[in-house]
């Protein structure tokens, strides 16, 4: 059974940084990647990591601005978010993927239960 868990959110001012986490128990998979979803809007792809060699991708909002890693093991996922600003306050979920490297959710089997980002003006 995969299990995910996210911590590390909370409420911050406009250019703070902020560290999410994403341990994660049973199967590894191929992809692993961060969502967020902001008040009364759909769920959006912030950043994926995958492949051999731990290749990234990014959503251009967050694009030189956040960074996504995991452990050694990969186990634990996490995602550093510098510079942050008032559009980036939502629910950040992360996600694993037995298949390909992708921005799209539904393709994503397991999701974490989210932790919530609020970033104040």
């Known amino acids: 059974q995969v299990q995910l868990e996210e911590s590390g959110g909370g409420l911050v001012q406009t250019g703070d940084s902020l560290r999410l986490s994403c341990v994660t128990s049973?199967?590894?998979?191929?992809?692993m990647g961060w969502f967020r979803q902001a008040p009364g809007k759909e769920r959006e792809f912030v950043a994926a990591?995958?492949?051999?060699?731990?290749?990234?991708d990014y959503a251009d909002a967050v694009k030189g601005r956040f960074t996504i890693s995991t452990d050694d093991a990969r186990r634990t996922l996490y995602l550093q978010m510098d510079r942050l600003n008032v559009e980036d306050t939502g629910i950040y979920f992360c996600?694993?993927?037995?298949?390909?490297?992708?921005?799209?959710?539904?393709?994503?089997?397991?999701w974490g239960q989210g932790t919530q980002v609020t970033v104040s003006s």
């Open positions: 990591i995958g492949g051999s060699f731990g290749d990234t």
């Open positions: 049973g199967r590894r998979t191929f992809t």
């Open positions: 996600a694993l993927d037995t298949g390909p490297m992708t921005r799209v959710a539904e393709n994503y089997d397991y």
